[in-house]
């Protein structure tokens, strides 16, 4: 079975500081990763994705992440951050086979200060 | 506008009755889904159905049972309710094709669902 660590609950960040979330994975088959943002009070959304190919994605809203196969990492980072961004986000796996359930990593809450 | 829908949005109830929320995609996808977080904004899946066939059935209670009418429709019943069953209760729908957007899942806005 797979699962999915996001090593920080909170990381308090500046405003136009740069800010990296951590995500390590554990799977015996390859997955896909994704990363979800979730706004208070509000569903989550798509921030981006891996699926194959390069290993640097970018997503919306500036965000991008890098997959590392052998460290099993996928991590999320944004160079400079508003105070919008301030959210909750959720790195997530699934397997490529049948199903297309999403493991969900604990969350990381991003407070954004000015 | 196209989307994922809940309702309602906030349910409040009492032990023991039984309640549904509906989950409404016009997307056009094919597979959806339903997902609890709990109150440390935990997420776990609960049910996946594809075609109205059921593909996921995850370690969940059997007073939770869900229904698809046709492709664009998940609705989810709940029997019995308990103080445990508290939680944000998230739909989300997919498309199931050979494409990259065919793993993107798509959310609702949640459904919160208080028991007292």
């Known amino acids: 079975a797979q699962s999915v660590t996001q090593l920080d609950s909170q990381v308090p960040v500046f405003e136009e500081a740069p800010v990296e979330l951590r995500c390590n994975y554990s799977?015996?088959?390859?997955?896909?990763l994704f990363w979800y943002v979730q706004y208070p009070n509000q569903g989550l959304q798509l921030l981006l994705k891996?699926?194959?190919?390069?290993?640097l994605v970018k997503g919306i809203n500036g965000f991008e992440a890098e997959f590392n196969k052998s460290q099993t990492s996928f991590h999320l980072r944004k160079p400079s951050v508003h105070i919008s961004d301030t959210a909750e986000y959720f790195c997530?796996?699934?397997?490529?086979?049948?199903?297309?359930?999403?493991?969900f990593g604990g969350g990381t809450r991003v407070l954004v200060k000015p | 506008d196209t989307a994922v829908s809940q309702t309602p949005k906030y349910l409040v109830t009492q032990m023991g009755n039984d309640k549904s929320i509906k989950c409404e995609q016009n997307l056009g996808h094919d597979t959806m889904y339903w997902y609890k977080q709990d109150s440390k904004k935990f997420l776990k899946i609960m049910f996946s159905?594809?075609?109205?066939?059921?593909?996921i059935n995850e370690t969940v209670p059997n007073r939770f049972s869900p229904k698809s009418p046709d492709k664009a429709h998940l609705n989810l019943h709940i029997n019995s309710l308990e103080l445990g069953d508290s939680a944000v209760y998230f739909c989300?729908?997919?498309?199931?094709?050979?494409?990259?957007?065919?793993?993107?899942?798509?959310f609702g806005p949640g459904t919160r669902l208080t028991v007292t």
């Open positions: 891996y699926l194959s190919g390069s290993t």
């Open positions: 799977s015996s088959v390859s997955v896909y």
């Open positions: 997530a796996v699934s397997l490529k086979a049948a199903g297309n359930k999403l493991t």
């Open positions: 159905y594809n075609n109205k066939e059921l593909i």
């Open positions: 989300a729908s997919s498309r199931t094709s050979s494409g990259p957007s065919s793993y993107e899942q798509y």
